[in-house]
């Protein structure tokens, strides 16, 4: 959690524990297309200094930037290095800041740079390129100065050259992925994640009678949070992580105890300088009470970002979110968007706890993860943003404008899968529509079309894949566009099933096996503009399982009741009933298990999706059938006595996994990693 003057090189952290991640909100922020980049020559210079060590994956170089000639200050950077005349090039000087693709000798400028401005001599600057998948950001003296994208160019070796300075501790640190959940089950001195900043932190027991001091965490249902209290210098404060996580989400459960206010922390550097949501009280009497807060702390100064009303109630839980990615900044309060702003300091940091009550605040349920946003609004230049499949684009008036028989602009990563991919969108006669699960020459596309006019889609909306250049239609279905008029148009991408929305409201779906991950893009045939492009990841499935804790619990019958997933689950009169789950359950939903050794026994398994006890044939259900000493899985797909389907599936592994599932309008079954069933029902 140290750094070596600023930097240490460390290995990243994974814990495994319950991953929540919310749904994001829609905040359009910044970032724009230039579809015309800029030619210059390559630039000559000295002979850079290489870096021995090579990385796979994505990595930052790091080191401390040392300026003796800040008027003559020049660092150039170089990544993916695989000869002078191909390579990325990353420029910096006090009065500029380039990024520049270099190919075949020729240099073409890309991404969104600004200057640093004048350097103090003598300075001692932290400077961090990173590498991450189609991504390239260069952070000194902790502002966001270039920020590109681009995968022309993959591996290679990374150097530097520096005029009027040095960097004598430049260094490789690997990134990888961003993950850490804590629920504060442990007692004494187990707690070692965290490190506290001020104020004094401890984990403490949630019961307030008599056995509060006797309680062990091996024996209960988790009834201990880490408390922050503050005091009379100033609020407590609490970080975990490292100084190279990027681009994530810090959510906690919190129960304030007072009319203070509370917060998480985000790219946290020191006690000066971080990102905050600052939540204060209903009831406080200071002058910013019943208010949710981006705070940027810079140099100990506290600039409020961003502010909306609404405060939180003393001894009530609530579950507070902040995420940052590329500048854009969004905090959510129990799952709800409540703000956003756009900040360009820091870039990356620790993650951490904040709370101004000396009395104590509460955290539980503490998750960091990825988080993954592309906002585009088309106000500022963003060459190679944007690659051109089809047709001509241009950036006019704040608005992306397409033109020609056809035209398809993609952006993203191929690595991406499961997320809602929209835009704002208009046309007087063509086609409008956005891409999704692109991957060379494979891409899926929802488009719709005014009625009359004279495209297939006309008066329609339909979801088409376009492979090699040849496109079938998978789905289609009544949908109105007005010429002339703003739409909001959104396309999911869900582990397979396609779903297209107009103007907020679902017009149709469909499964596909193949539509797993893949670039994100906007469509039009026929002239069409695009704007307030938004990209949101999906939150991770949650799917009931099946504990050990089903056939444990003899001596302590009451406790695996209700300390564990049986408490979910109704018991079954007689051994061979069903066990149905408590409650109702509405939209997408998944049975996942894992049959051992399939040829080891035999039996029969029947699972019932959007049925109910008393009326088992009113959903559908899937019946698997397992003989001993054979590898052969017989499945049936039935809706009551009607046989939808039947297959017979010989499993290769020892841990056969079977996944049981509604998505949208469609039913699919995976056996042993390959789909059996797909029917729309």
């Known amino acids: 959690m140290t750094r070596r003057g600023p930097f240490r090189r460390v290995h990243t952290m994974r814990c495994e524990a319950l991953l929540t991640h919310p749904r994001h909100g829609l905040m359009a922020v910044f970032t724009a297309l230039v579809v015309v980049c800029l030619l210059v020559p390559a630039h000559a210079q000295a002979e850079p200094t290489m870096l021995d060590e090579q990385l796979d994956g994505p990595y930052a170089l790091a080191g401390t930037l040392h300026v003796s000639d800040p008027e003559n200050l020049r660092v150039e950077l170089l990544v993916d290095w695989q000869d002078p005349d191909n390579t990325y090039r990353v420029t910096m000087t006090p009065l500029l800041t380039r990024v520049e693709r270099v190919v075949a000798g020729t240099a073409v400028a890309i991404g969104r740079t600004r200057a640093h401005g004048a350097f103090e001599p003598e300075a001692d600057l932290e400077l961090t390129l990173r590498r991450e998948g189609w991504r390239l950001e260069l952070i000194v003296d902790r502002q966001v100065l270039a920020r590109a994208w681009d995968t022309t160019l993959e591996g290679g070796r990374v150097g530097y050259s520096v005029t009027g300075g040095a960097l004598p501790d430049a260094m490789l640190q690997p990134l990888g992925e961003v993950y850490m959940a804590d629920d504060f089950m442990r007692t004494g001195g187990g707690n070692t994640t965290w490190e506290a900043v001020s104020g004094s932190w401890g984990i403490e027991s949630l019961r307030v009678d008599e056995q509060r001091d006797r309680m062990e965490a091996e024996k209960s249902a988790n009834a201990f949070s880490y408390v922050g209290r503050a005091t009379e210098e100033g609020p407590a404060l609490a970080t975990t992580g490292y100084w190279f996580w990027s681009d994530y989400s810090i959510g906690a459960a919190v129960r304030p105890s007072g009319p203070e206010a509370v917060g998480v922390v985000a790219y946290y550097q020191d006690p000066a300088n971080y990102l905050a949501a600052r939540w204060t009280s209903e009831l406080s ?93 088309f106000s500022e230049p963003a060459p190679g943003r944007w690659s051109i499949s089809d047709g001509s684009w241009e950036q006019t008036d704040g608005t992306l404008r397409a033109t020609g028989p056809e035209a398809i602009a993609l952006t993203g990563s191929a690595d991406w899968g499961r997320y809602s991919w929209e835009a704002l969108a208009r046309t007087e006669a063509g086609a409008i529509g956005l891409a999704a699960c692109s991957r060379e020459d494979d891409l899926f596309v929802l488009r719709l079309a005014p009625a009359g006019s004279d495209l297939t889609c006309a008066g329609q909306a339909q979801i088409v894949r376009v492979r090699g250049g040849e496109e079938t239609i998978l789905a289609s279905g009544a949908a109105e566009v007005r010429p002339g008029a703003w739409h909001r148009l959104r396309f999911v991408a869900d582990d397979g099933l396609l779903a297209g929305y107009l103007d907020g409201e679902r017009v149709l779906d469909v499964w596909h096996p193949e539509a797993m991950a893949g670039q994100v893009g906007l469509y039009a045939a026929g002239g069409a503009s695009f704007d307030s492009v938004y990209l949101q990841m999906l939150p991770p499935p949650r799917i009931a399982r099946v504990a050990k804790e089903f056939t444990e619990g003899d001596e302590h019958w009451e406790m695996v009741e209700w300390a564990s997933t049986r408490a979910a689950w109704l018991k079954p009169d007689d051994e061979e009933g069903a066990w149905w789950t408590k409650g109702d359950y509405f939209g997408d939903k998944t049975i996942a298990f894992e049959i051992k050794n399939v040829e080891s026994s035999a039996g029969e398994v029947r699972l019932h999706l959007e049925a109910a006890p008393d009326d088992e044939s009113a959903g559908v259900t899937l019946v698997l059938v397992t003989e001993k000493g054979s590898n052969t899985l017989r499945a049936t797909l039935q809706s009551g006595e009607e046989t939808i389907e039947e297959a017979s599936v010989e499993v290769e592994s020892t841990r056969c996994s079977v996944r049981f599932e509604r998505k949208g309008t469609w039913v699919v079954t995976t056996i042993d990693g390959n789909v059996v069933f797909s029917v729309q029902r």
């Not at 208010?291 to 409020?304: D, F, M, N, Y």
């Not at 900040?343 to 706890?353: H, I, K, S, V």
């Open 285 to 377: 009497e200071e002058p910013d009470a019943g208010t949710l807060q981006i705070v940027r702390v810079a140099g100990g100064e506290r600039q409020v970002l961003a502010q909306a009303d609404g405060g939180h109630i003393p001894g009530q839980w609530y579950r507070l979110q902040l995420r940052v990615s590329e500048g854009v900044v969004q905090v959510h309060v129990d799952d709800e968007p409540r703000l956003a702003a756009t900040a360009e300091l820091f870039g990356q940091g620790q993650a951490g706890l904040y709370t101004e009550s000396s009395e104590g605040t509460n955290f539980d349920s503490v998750t960091i993860q990825n988080w993954t946003t592309l906002v585009d609004d």
